[in-house]
């Protein structure tokens, strides 16, 4: 089996409007490619969604179909292992609309296929695993600790449109969980599946009331 990609993605909404936002990047031998960043024509009523970023619900009048979306997160998770920053938001929201993406590769187990989105990678709990002491595990807090910050701002403004180049914007948060889970791979010198698999045991330790 391929050694499988990393896809960072982010979705912009909440349990009313659903997706309103996507952003996704793809992490690859070290290098951040293939951005994505649309809004999704999900919202039923005219007016402003309000989150901690303000979107014009017209503005997602314009953006594509869900649907449209579905075969390409269905791609992803084909090639390799969907990341987020706090992943279980992103599996909430993604599995309300398409609980799953038919059979796909099982990395863990090669040869083996699963017929779910995850095991999710987690950029929030690789960092707390790898760097334990830090505090605070906000997207913006780690890459200011880890001296990414610049690295982030110089990637959103080539990749990002005018008005989503901050915190809380789809494709500019994927872009920070990417830069978080290269930071991660670089420091263990593990690969994917190994960093994966690091996280799942965090994430049972959280479920078993350890953490």
């Known amino acids: 089996m391929d050694l499988p990609k990393i896809f960072a993605i982010d979705f912009e909404g909440n349990g009313r409007e659903g997706i309103l936002e996507i952003g996704a990047i793809c992490l690859a031998d070290g290098e951040l490619r293939d951005p994505v960043g649309n809004f999704c024509s999900r919202s039923r009523e005219p007016g402003i969604f309000l989150s901690r970023r303000k979107i014009p619900l017209g503005r997602t009048a314009d953006g594509l179909p869900l649907d449209d979306f579905l075969g390409r997160l269905r791609a992803m998770r084909c090639a390799g292992i969907l990341a987020a920053h706090h992943a279980p938001?992103?599996?909430?929201?993604?599995?309300?609309?398409?609980?799953?993406?038919?059979?796909?590769?099982?990395?863990?187990?090669?040869?083996?296929?699963?017929?779910?989105?995850?095991?999710?990678?987690?950029?929030?709990?690789?960092?707390?695993?790898?760097w334990p002491r830090l505090g605070s595990y906000g997207l913006g807090k780690i890459l200011r600790w880890l001296g990414m910050a610049d690295r982030w701002r110089e990637l959103g403004s080539q990749l990002c449109p005018a008005d989503r180049r901050a915190p809380h914007c789809a494709l500019y948060d994927a872009i920070g969980c990417a830069l978080v889970l290269d930071c991660c791979l670089r420091e263990t010198g593990i690969g994917p599946v190994d960093l994966l698999q690091l996280v799942a045991g965090e994430r049972q330790r959280q479920f078993l009331g350890i953490l």
Do not use: N
């Open 89 to 130: 938001t992103e599996d909430a929201l993604l599995r309300r609309h398409c609980p799953s993406p038919g059979l796909v590769p099982d990395w863990t187990s090669p040869g083996q296929s699963v017929g779910g989105w995850g095991p999710w990678l987690d950029s929030r709990l690789a960092a707390k695993k790898i």
